[in-house]
């Protein structure tokens, strides 16, 4: 579920974040009571009816490894159409009104046998959707997406997170879009042999002539390029590179919180141009500068009351984190701040909601799990944003990009030949 970060992107150890998910209000903060934090209003109707109204359409969820950690790839310990531990399931996104999501197959830089791996990932999607069939339409264009909303079931398209997966191989690129993959996030948090990664070595000055290639050849497949976990300059490259609308599957604004991971405002400038979406992360540490050094204080505070009782520690960090006012973790409205930000340097068509659920181990208040998405429409009203942009930010924008690389790729599909892994051929002895 939790994928390790190399700069301190998870805050609590998976247990603990399976604790909070569920934690009751009330209890202590560190070391002395905590007054338990107010109620949380309830979603109005009117917002309720706007939301509704439109399609959410979010761009990455980890549910598919989140069922890989928990040895649960055969979907036999939990029931996804009435409850499992995390933060995703069918209950939860129908009431937070989900329309569209793209499962993400992930994949670990360092993690043995990556395409076999993100075979077995793209595999538990699509049994996903056959086991849950009622709920549940795989799609893999954006008319698709239309006719599965229509039909009542949330569309479910697949990205790879992390290049590695294709091995340097464009045979494997094409094989992972036949086998449904729509976006490819370029790395993950290690620098590749084409592309240098956020939080990894800049090796390249961003893509080498190689990774160039790739996005070319995304380019004409229409599958999105994802350029959430890379370095700027990796961004910069992609932007001047792609003839299609990239996306930030899952990223936030860099102008507001500093981190690697955060898309800065010359490439969110860019989006201009390009058409693509910045679609929004829900991980408090892309949300609130400084999110993870003040996690670390609470939680040593708490260590040092407890020294010597795990049970006593656990329980008291879950309720100091319940009760945390969002100073740290985050608000709602740290959330829109992000969507503000990038809808004054990019635009109102270029942001979209990318949450990373059972991605992440800590979230904002309000914004436990997949049924709390309405709290995001109701704060947009509030602001003052128009139900039309209302719903551009919820999905529309995300659609828009993907119906757009489909018509990009018909055109270089008529004029562009595939690109071809350079494989020398060694020919074999009459002997052997």
């Known amino acids: 579920m939790l994928h390790a970060q190399t700069t301190g992107r998870r805050m609590f150890p998976l247990a603990l974040a399976l604790i909070l998910v569920s934690a009751p209000v009330g209890g202590l903060r560190a070391e002395d009571p905590a007054e338990a934090r107010p109620p949380l209003p309830p979603v109005s109707e009117r917002a309720r009816a706007v939301h509704a109204a439109g399609m959410l359409f979010d761009g990455h969820n980890d549910f598919p490894w989140l069922m890989r950690t928990q040895n649960d790839l055969g979907m036999t310990k939990s029931d996804f159409a009435q409850h499992v531990d995390g933060q995703t399931d069918v209950p939860r996104l129908r009431e937070g009104g989900l329309k569209a999501q793209f499962w993400s197959v992930y ?3 360092e993690q043995p046998h ?4 993100v075979v077995e990932q793209i595999d538990f999607v699509n049994r996903l959707v056959e086991k849950y069939p009622d709920d549940l339409q795989l799609a893999l264009t954006a008319d698709d997406v239309e006719k599965a909303v229509k039909a009542g079931k949330i569309a479910s398209l697949i990205g790879i997170e ?10 494997e690129l094409r094989a992972f879009y036949k086998l449904g993959a729509r976006y490819m996030t370029m790395t993950h948090n290690k620098t590749l042999a084409w592309a240098d990664a956020a939080t990894g070595e800049r090796q390249h000055g961003g893509l080498s ?13 229409g599958m999105l390029v994802d350029i959430s976990h890379v370095s700027a300059e990796t961004m910069e490259d992609v932007l001047r590179v792609s003839k299609a609308p990239v996306i930030a599957s899952h990223s936030s604004a860099f102008a507001l919180c500093p981190v690697p991971r955060n898309v800065p405002d010359p490439i969110l400038a860019g989006l201009k141009t390009n058409g693509g979406v910045v679609m929004v992360n829900f991980y408090s540490a892309f949300l609130v500068p400084d999110a993870n050094k003040n996690a670390r204080a609470a939680k040593d505070a708490i260590r040092k009351a407890h020294p010597d009782d795990k049970a006593a ?18 608000t709602v409205a740290t959330v829109v701040d992000h969507i503000d930000h990038i809808v004054k340097v990019a635009g109102i068509d270029h942001v979209g909601i990318g949450s990373d659920f059972d991605g992440i181990d800590s979230w904002p208040v309000g914004l436990d799990d997949v049924s709390a998405y309405p709290r995001i429409t109701e704060e947009l009203l509030r602001r003052g944003y128009s139900e039309p942009d209302v719903h551009k930010i919820l999905g529309g924008n995300a659609l828009r990009a993907l119906r757009e690389a489909e018509t990009v790729a018909k055109q270089l599909q008529a004029t562009t030949a595939p690109q071809v892994d350079d494989i020398k051929h060694v020919r074999k002895n009459d002997d052997d």
């Not at 990556?114 to 791996?117: G, S, Y």
């Not at 992390?162 to 045979?171: M, N, P, T």
């Not at 002539?209 to 497949?221: P, S, T």
């Not at 656990?314 to 969002?326: Q, S, T």
């Open 107 to 109: 994949i670990p830089s």
């Open 313 to 330: 520690r656990d329980k008291a960090i879950a309720e100091w984190y319940e009760n945390e006012p969002g100073t740290i973790r985050g």
């Open 162 to 171: 992390g290049g590695v997966a294709i091995d340097d191989s464009f045979a």
């Open 209 to 221: 002539e190689f990774g160039e290639r790739v996005v070319a050849e995304m380019n004409r497949l």
């Open 114 to 117: 990556p395409t076999k791996t």
